[in-house]
């Protein structure tokens, strides 16, 4: 056989490969030399990367115009199946052209950010092991032509997530965090996996079809195939085989992209360094999530018919829980003060926008908001990472300069209002003249993020899922009405908590000593001496101060990615702008072929993208009055906070209760069940929380809401283990290792389970 | 009127694997005699060659590439030569040599060894073996004689060690009066159809529910007690609670190999039995085998109550224990799936994919903790192997390898095996209990995470004893794991020439 | 030859009876010695069975598994009464109940 590995056909193999490569090299090679496995590490990516821009130059410049109805790609048996063999391999179609773009360079940054961020850990060289695994098994699924191989790539990123996220093993609430992640989206992945199961068995049920198949073509590309699916009765409830695939997909998505209600494990990932969750929130595992359904849509949407504004159940679901979580999540933002939770917070909630754009058929602009997230969201972790470095640095200078360490006591296990003081914005300020670089890179990463009018990627995508959903909300439906309305909302919050969050960190007067000697970033001796120079500096002149070339080459390390992300941030929505503003949106033209049946394009209209501004600038401007005109001074309370009532403020803080909540009503009550101790009764604490929360709910229309989700959800997943524990308990009370008891138990059961024989028979 | 059967009728050249094995195993017994004390290595090597020479002949007729016999019956229909037998024949073998491996230093450094050993592991192998050949009851009940006999002495070789000699007399006489069921369900399926024969119960089979005889009832309890006794060689739930107690108990070698053999062997007779006998017991308004529902409600049960006790233990043979019972719950989706028309054959492969995958992965997982017990049998709880990735990193490597597996975690074989499996249940339209075998797998990552956890996360001593022929069987073990789990075909193709005769 | 004296049914009545006592007798007795003879009662109640239904169909398949089982039974006793001695060797009894180390 002869293979040109570097034709476009082969190419994604050897994508895919180096990444593993590296991981396989630092596991068995170069564990224990910390230099080289960064080296293997970032050097796996880095090839990894040139061959994707290779391989998406050919897609955009040299292929041909019918890439989308031919891909480019190859395969091997790997399975034989009867009559059928099942064929493992890759694809390169516009859409995973598009995510190439995206994914590697995105974690080559965080490679090289990395190597800065996690200098002098003890375990650093397995850290790259991970993150090379973690790359490989994305690119896997970026690339697999079958959702077998996609899932093989899924599923071995849900592994490195709970590694990277309790990689430091020794705090107990990252091993907690670590566990919550892996739980919430294996339960998802459960269900997903019976859904592809399902999808296996009936395209083998379809006559004249491919047989058993898994392949994206034979299936997104084969309209007797999706007709024969919608048509198709499953087994549940007469809804047809397409929808109830689509919906265990797309639970799938909901557990992996972190969507409402299974949104509880993102936040506590923050216990894990803050590389991963950079690349948690960008370049990875919840970009796969949406990636899967953006890729399945076909499927999921087959059926309906929603140019003229006809859905099906699956883009009910998609719509109806993403932009509940856009909003929601958006409203938890608003409260939080660990500069990593509000990011967290906000990429649940731009999450939400991207599922909410399927769901009212906006498949380019999902596509496109997935792509440009990544970029300025990788930013922003990467300079809130940066940010915390500098204060951690902060807190040793300040006990340098005579002020004492400040005591902290790190509490056992995940709490849910706790904040970790270098993470905490209120004892940020200042910052701007301390780190300026990650000052700057990170207030375009945050505008890029609200959506500033015109100019940053963030506002174009973000346009174009909205204005597709005036498109169909004004004038015919309340379903996308109700999308608009979420996503609106969800704006203007997203604008104000980017502004709060800023403000709070960057401007103003250190409100610390560790904010007043944090840092200092890289060229911040440029930065001193061009500021000194302003004659709007007036009597705020700052000092030069000599940092040690450590410090300094691990912050160039940390801010030169910064700086090329900020690049991607604004000029990654540029190539997706509407065609009735610039004459052409080669964005659009470039992944409408991927598609059977081309995506329309909204007419233009000018209006949604005024109300777009608005709300951007709004919220924008809300942030700034509050935040910016009269910076918060050291132990004044937060506006927001004032505004909203200490009721409110700590309610968000604490999650809305969520995890408090369902310790009270589910797990205790469980324990006792178990323990058989219902008698004693509920105890005091208990049922004093409970009054408290009745009278809350009574007070916060919504809450209830709220709090069901949580009871239910929160409580099914962290329950899990504990409920196991008790069952265990029970079922083991009967192994009491006498043999004539065990024999009366076999009889028994020999006579209960004849019994059920006997009666079937008649 | 008697015609006096020639040897050739035999057809004796069919069960070339079995009679080369009980062969060797006898002249073994013999020669072992004059082998001096100190030189048992000679005994076990002497036995690896006869348990190789018969695996080389069942994979060569497996593979289709030598024809051994005439026709698929040998012994006027006692024996069945096909590719089924084959399989199971092949899965048993490995799993004897991977258990000899094992045993080696560990009888060697507990002062146990004895050549009879490996004389009753023989023994015991052809008995797994027969069982999948089974052509007829009375072959069924006679092989899993010989597969529980010896194992029940096995179970108590550490001898003067009263959790040994427990253990053992616990499995005998549980299993005795697992025994006793069979073969009183041997007699009232004979008193129902006037046969032992798979061939003539099918045939008789039909004519009952044609003629709608009460008979059918006899029958029905018939098949009911058989299903008892051998659900207790396969640790089913109900029949399960022998299965902890004895593998705590028993030397941590005999575990590793009867854990995986007595399972081979129990399944396979139930494959023959329910797939063969009894495919077309299907009462009437039913679309099913009568026996579908019983099994897959054990099954559920199974599942359930391997995964979720096994969360709560902290001896590691304990939990190996819950976790074979459970691993018993998920190959009997596909036992129950056979009862579907159309799915048997799909579903005998399955079981037969998983049985495979299993042997790997769980005498590698036993191999694993011999190393780490010590040599007064102590040393085997969860604790026991709190950092060894540290001190025994390729131990431990193989270990979560052997985890993953269990855990059905991609790329293992062990997901290989639940694939089919649950595959067939789909395929047999019994999405509940397919959806709980899910479910509860998802429950199983968690104790054997938690095991990779404590080797990895947590400080500890983490001594272990390794010498070369363990070394080399965990290897062995581990890397056959990981190869059935990157080329899954091969598990397939191995099975893809299954096809029961008379249940299609 | 001559007409059967007694239906088969009650040969299997009988068996039936007697594999229930067999099987209390397992359930109740705490002599491992009365546990194993029970035991050859639950065995010895299916050949009482078989060669019942063989002669009813009047072919030789019943008797077949009848030698089968009386001699497996043999050698199951051999192994458990070897079991037994080992046992009271080292507990200097043979009460089974006694046995219950390993549980949950």
Not at chain 1, 502 to 508: I, N
Not at chain 2, 86 to 113: C, H, K, W
Not at chain 2, 118 to 145: I, P, Q, R
Request: charged fraction near 15%; glycine fraction near 10%; charge should be negative.
């Amino acid at each position: 056989m002869n293979v040109n590995w570097f034709s476009a056909d082969y190419l994604p193999w050897l994508i895919l490969f180096f990444p593993l490569l590296s991981f396989v090299i630092i596991v068995l090679g170069t564990i224990r030399n910390v230099v080289a496995s960064q080296v293997v590490a970032i050097a796996g990516i880095g090839i990894s990367w040139v061959l994707s821009m290779i391989l998406f130059a050919k897609a955009v410049w040299l292929a041909d115009e019918t890439l989308g109805e031919h891909v480019y790609g190859s395969a091997i048996d790997w399975l034989h199946l009867g009559a059928n063999t099942f064929r493992m391999g890759v694809q390169v179609d516009p859409l995973t052209a598009y995510m190439l773009l995206m994914v590697p360079l995105a974690s080559l940054l965080i490679f090289i950010y990395s190597a800065g961020y996690m200098h002098g850990d003890p375990h650093e060289a397995r850290f790259f092991a991970y993150l090379s695994l973690f790359v490989g098994a994305m690119l896997t699924l970026v690339v697999a032509d079958n959702l077998l191989m996609l899932f093989i790539g899924w599923e071995v990123m849900g592994f490195c997530s709970y590694s990277l996220i309790g990689f430091w093993f020794h705090k107990k609430s990252a091993m907690e965090a670590g566990v919550k992640a892996f739980m919430t989206t294996r339960v998802a992945d459960v269900l997903m996996l019976v859904g592809i199961g399902y999808l296996f068995i009936m395209t083998g049920r379809m006559e004249d079809g491919p047989g058993f198949t898994l392949s994206f073509q034979d299936i997104l590309r084969n309209e007797e195939m999706l007709k024969f699916l919608v048509n198709a009765q499953s087994v549940i409830w007469g809804t047809s085989a397409a929808t109830l695939i689509s919906v265990l997909l797309i639970t799938g998505t909901v557990g992996k992209s972190s969507q409402f209600p299974l949104h509880v494990w993102l936040p506590d990932a923050m216990e894990g360094p803050t590389p991963v969750s950079a690349m948690i929130h960008a370049a990875t595992m919840v970009s796969a999530g949406v990636y899967m359904i953006v890729r399945m849509f076909p499927l999921l949407s087959a059926g309906a018919n929603f140019h003229h504004f006809e859905y099906n159940t699956a883009m009910y679901y998609m719509g109806i829980v993403g932009s509940v979580t856009a909003l929601g999540a958006a409203v938890l933002a608003v409260g939080q003060s660990d500069i990593k939770r509000i990011l967290a917070y906000s990429t649940i909630s731009q999450l939400g926008y991207m599922v909410a754009a399927l769901g009212i058929g906006a498949w380019v602009a999902a596509a496109f908001h997935l792509v440009n997230h990544a970029f300025f969201k990788a930013l922003l972790f990467m300079a809130s990472g940066s940010v915390i470095h500098a204060m951690e640095h902060g807190e040793h200078h300040a006990a340098e300069h005579g002020h004492p360490h400040e005591h902290h006591e790190e509490p056992d296990g995940l709490v849910m209002d706790y904040c970790a003081p270098p993470n905490d914005v209120n004892r940020m300020g200042g910052l701007l003249h301390r780190i300026p670089i990650t000052a700057i890179t990170m207030a375009i990463g945050g505008l890029s993020l609200a959506g500033f009018p015109l100019v940053t990627a963030g506002f174009w995508s973000k346009d174009e899922i909205i204005a597709e959903a005036w498109h169909g909300g004004l004038w015919n439906d309340p379903y996308p009405l109700f999308v608009l309305i979420m996503l609106l909302l969800g704006a203007l919050l997203t604008a104000f908590y980017t502004a709060r969050m800023w403000f709070l960190a960057f401007w103003g007067k250190p409100r610390t000593p560790a904010a007043q000697y944090a840092g200092p970033g890289w060229l911040r001796d440029r930065w001193v001496k061009w500021w000194n120079k302003q004659p709007f500096s007036g009597e705020d002149k700052l000092e030069q101060e000599h940092a040690d070339p450590v410090t300094n080459r691990s912050a160039m390390l940390m801010e030169i990615p910064l700086m090329v992300l900020s690049f991607f941030a604004i000029t990654g929505g540029w190539i997706g702008i509407h065609k009735d503003i610039v004459g052409k949106n080669p964005l659009h033209d470039f992944l409408a072929p991927t598609l059977l049946e081309h995506p329309e394009v909204v007419p233009f209209d000018f209006t949604p993208m005024l109300v777009s501004m608005i709300v951007a600038l709004g919220g924008l401007g809300l942030g700034w009055w509050l935040y910016g005109r009269k910076p918060l001074a050291a132990g004044q309370t937060d506006p927001t906070e004032a505004a909203l009532g200490p009721g409110i403020w700590k309610m968000l803080q604490n999650r809305l209760y969520i995890d408090i909540l369902y310790r009270n009503y589910i797990v205790r009550p469980l324990e006792r069940a178990a323990e058989k101790i219902v008698v004693e009764g509920i105890d005091r604490d208990t049922i004093d929380a409970s009054l408290e929360s009745i009278a809350e709910a009574a007070i916060w229309l919504g809450e209830a809401f709220k709090r069901f989700n949580t009871v239910v959800i929160d409580g099914f997943v962290d329950t899990t283990v504990e409920g196991i524990g008790s069952f265990a308990g029970w079922f083991r009370q009967i192994q009491t290792g006498r043999i004539q008891q065990y024999l009366l138990f076999v009889t028994l059961a020999l006579l209960a389970l004849g019994t059920l024989f006997l009666i079937q028979v008649r | 009127m008697f015609t006096v059967p020639s040897l050739s009728d035999l057809n004796l050249a069919a069960t070339l694997p079995a009679t080369l094995l009980a062969l060797g195993a006898s002249v073994l017994l013999v020669l072992d005699l004059f082998v001096p004390k100190g030189r048992k290595a000679l005994t076990a090597w002497l036995a690896l060659a006869v348990l190789g020479v018969s695996l080389i002949v069942a994979l060569l007729s497996l593979g289709d590439v030598v024809d051994l016999g005439t026709g698929e019956g040998a012994f006027f229909g006692l024996y069945i030569a096909d590719s089924f037998t084959d399989a199971v024949s092949v899965i048993v073998l490995v799993t004897a040599m991977l258990g000899v491996a094992v045993a080696y230093n560990y009888l060697e450094r507990t002062g146990m060894q004895r050549g009879e050993y490996y004389v009753l592991l023989l023994f015991s192998a052809l008995g797994a073996m027969l069982m999948g050949a089974a052509g007829d009851l009375v072959t069924v009940f006679v092989a899993l004689e010989l597969l529980s006999i010896p194992l029940y002495i096995l179970s108590g070789f550490r001898w003067r060690d009263e959790g040994s000699e427990e253990s053992a007399l616990k499995y005998f006489i549980l299993g005795a009066f697992a025994s006793g069921f069979l073969v009183y369900g041997i007699a009232l399926i004979y008193g129902a159809t006037g046969t032992t024969a798979f061939g003539g119960i099918w045939a008789a089979t039909r004519d009952l529910l044609a003629a709608d005889a009460a008979t059918k009832y006899v029958l029905l309890l018939g098949a009911g007690m058989v299903l008892a006794g051998l659900g207790f060689k396969v640790a089913a739930v109900p029949f399960h609670m022998w299965t902890p107690d004895v593998y705590q108990g028993a030397p941590t070698s005999v575990v590793a190999y009867m854990s995986v053999a007595a399972k081979v062997g129990g399944f396979a007779a139930l494959v023959r039995v329910l797939a063969w006998g009894l495919p077309d017991f299907v009462l009437s308004g039913q679309s099913a085998a009568a026996w579908q529902s019983t099994v897959w409600l054990i099954a559920a049960l199974t599942m359930i109550l391997g995964n979720v006790v096994a969360v709560a233990q902290n001896n590691l043979k304990r939990l190996l224990a819950y976790s074979s019972i459970a691993h018993a719950g998920y190959i009997l989706i596909a036992v129950a799936a056979m009862g579907t028309a159309g799915v048997a054959n799909e579903a005998a492969r399955a079981v037969v994919i998983y049985l495979m995958a299993y042997a790997f992965t769980n005498v590698g997982a036993f191999a694993v903790i011999v190393a780490v017990e010590r040599d007064d049998g102590g040393h085997t709880d969860i604790d026991n192997v709190r950092g060894l990735a540290k001190e025994q990193p390729v131990l431990a490597a193989s270990m979560a390898v052997f985890m993953l597996s269990l855990a059905g975690v991609p790329l293992t074989a062990g997901f290989v095996g639940k694939w089919f499996v649950f595959k067939a249940g789909l395929a047999a339209d019994l999405v509940p209990v397919t959806v709980i075998g899910v479910l509860t797998s998802a429950i199983s990552a968690y104790y054997y995470l938690r095991v990779i956890w404590f080797m990895y996360f947590e400080e500890g001593e983490g001594k272990a004893q390794i010498a070369w022929p363990l070394a080399w069987g965990i290897s062995v073990a581990a890397i056959g794991t990981l190869i059935l789990g990157f080329f899954p075909y091969l598990l397939s193709d191995m099975a893809r020439g299954i096809a029961l005769a008379f249940g299609g | 030859m001559e007409a059967p004296a007694v239906a088969t049914e009650l040969y299997v009545l009988l068996s039936a009876v007697l594999f229930i006592l067999g099987a209390l007798g397992v359930l109740l007795r705490r002599n491992a010695i009365l546990v194993f003879m029970s035991v050859e009662l639950m065995l010895n109640a299916a050949n009482l069975a078989l060669v019942a239904f063989a002669r009813q169909w009047g072919n030789g398949g019943g008797h077949l598994m009848v030698f089968f089982v009386m001699t497996v039974a043999a050698a199951e006793v051999a192994v458990g009464l070897a079991l037994i001695v080992a046992i009271y060797r080292t507990k200097k009894s043979i009460d089974i109940d006694l046995l219950h180390r390993f549980k949950d």
